[in-house]
């Protein structure tokens, strides 16, 4: 079984910074790929961005070149960084993870994830 947290959400302005912080439980999550997704209001939950524990990175073209993905394995901490925020960024931020290795299909892809977090806000005005 594994545990994820997420924490670092907020209210913030367009074109603003924040990191999310994702901390998973259990002495394997190190060696999970994990992944970010997000759900904006009336909208399905959409990919965000993807980390395998060798460090490979994916990425949803709307974050290209904005977000960044990474993770601490000795923490077994993901984090995402974004920058130059957009209202369309606004949504509730999940991590998910897996005990298994994926495709690059599967890892961009919410079904093939077992573990959940709760959530985090992230609210971005114009």
């Known amino acids: 079984q594994v545990q994820l947290v997420e924490s670092g959400g907020g209210l913030v302005q367009a074109g603003d910074s924040l990191r999310l912080s994702c901390a998973a439980s259990?002495?394997?999550?190190?060696?999970?790929?994990m992944g970010w997704f997000r759900q904006a209001p009336g909208k399905e939950r959409e990919f965000v961005a993807a980390?395998?524990?060798?460090?490979?990175?994916y990425y949803a073209d709307s974050v290209k070149g904005r977000f960044t993905i990474s993770r601490d394995n000795a923490k077994n901490t993901v984090y995402l960084q974004m920058n130059s925020l957009k209202p369309e960024d606004t949504a509730v931020y999940y991590c998910?993870?897996?005990?298994?290795?994926?495709?690059?299909?599967?890892?961009?892809?919410?079904?093939?994830?077992?573990?959940w977090g709760q959530g985090t806000q992230v609210t971005v005005s114009s």
């Open positions: 259990g002495r394997t999550a190190s060696t999970y790929p």
């Open positions: 980390i395998r524990s060798g460090g490979s990175t």
């Open positions: 998910a993870t897996s005990p298994a290795a994926m495709s690059q299909y599967r890892i961009t892809t919410m079904e093939f994830y077992a573990y």
